[in-house]
């Protein structure tokens, strides 16, 4: 949610949670800000990297609130290899670095002999999700695919990472996103991209029962004006332009 603030999104929407899902949760860096605004709430942390795990276990192991689990989700049990990537792991991934290598040639990828185990939400006893959220590098339709019956019954809010080129091979667009969440009555509120000009970024989708039919048909239309490239950056620059004046 480094895009993202919580504590604004929890008071536009009066989000109420009670279970979290983090797919992708790195070292946790979220952890606190769930603490912050939900403090009774369960959070289960999933996280492949042994490296990274061990992190998470180090600080979050005797947490009773606090699930760890050491492998990956995504639509099929299965497993694979993955490409490591040199800053901490926070850009690596199970697909391979596409346009991720120009935007950020910084960034350098190897690709690892591990093998990483694989398991879908849906397999898993984990009922009454509220809260899922995906960070994942270019793989979350994968695990929205495998977590089919927590979306149809369960899951009310999501945030993921969502890209606008392909950022990794075969990676889903945000509107590839929207499109399958559609499906399961989500509609994308609120997005920001990295800088305003890169191309990739954090989403917020919210169950359409959880919010005004006023608010569905505005986001509805904001996403299809920023969809426009030449609207685009006239209406960041307004944006902004609003945010900078009520900062005062």
Not at 135 to 161: C, F, H, R
Not at 203 to 221: C, G, N, P, T
Request: proline share 2%; with cysteine; charged share 25%.
């Amino acid at each position: 949610m480094a895009l993202l603030n919580l504590a604004h999104l929890k008071s536009k929407y009066s989000l109420k949670v009670e279970k979290i899902v983090h797919v992708g949760a790195h070292e946790g860096q979220e952890v606190e800000e769930y603490l912050e605004n939900f403090s009774n709430a369960e959070i289960n942390l999933f996280e492949p990297q042994p490296n990274l795990f061990a992190i998470l276990k180090s600080k979050y192991e005797k947490r009773i609130n606090i699930n760890l689990y050491d492998f990956a989700l995504g639509s099929e049990a299965g497993s694979s290899t993955m490409y490591s990537a040199s800053n901490g792991g926070l850009s690596s991934s199970f697909y391979k670095p596409k346009e991720h290598l120009i935007e950020h040639p910084e960034i350098k990828f190897e690709l690892q002999d591990n093998i990483f185990q694989i398991k879908t939400l849906n397999q898993l006893n984990i009922l009454n999700i509220d809260f899922l959220n995906i960070d994942t590098q270019g793989y979350e339709m994968e695990v929205l695919k495998g977590s089919t019956s927590a979306l149809e019954n369960d899951i009310k809010y999501i945030i993921l990472e969502v890209n606008k080129r392909e950022l990794y091979e075969g990676c889903p667009l945000v509107y590839d996103i929207d499109k399958f969440l559609k499906t399961y009555n989500f509609i994308r509120t609120d997005t920001h991209f990295w800088l305003d000009s890169y191309s990739w970024g954090d989403a917020f989708y919210i169950k359409k029962e959880f919010i005004s039919l006023f608010r569905v048909y505005f986001s509805i239309i904001k996403n299809t004006l920023y969809k426009n490239q030449l609207a685009y950056k006239k209406l960041i620059y307004i944006r902004n332009l609003i945010w900078k004046i009520r900062k005062k």
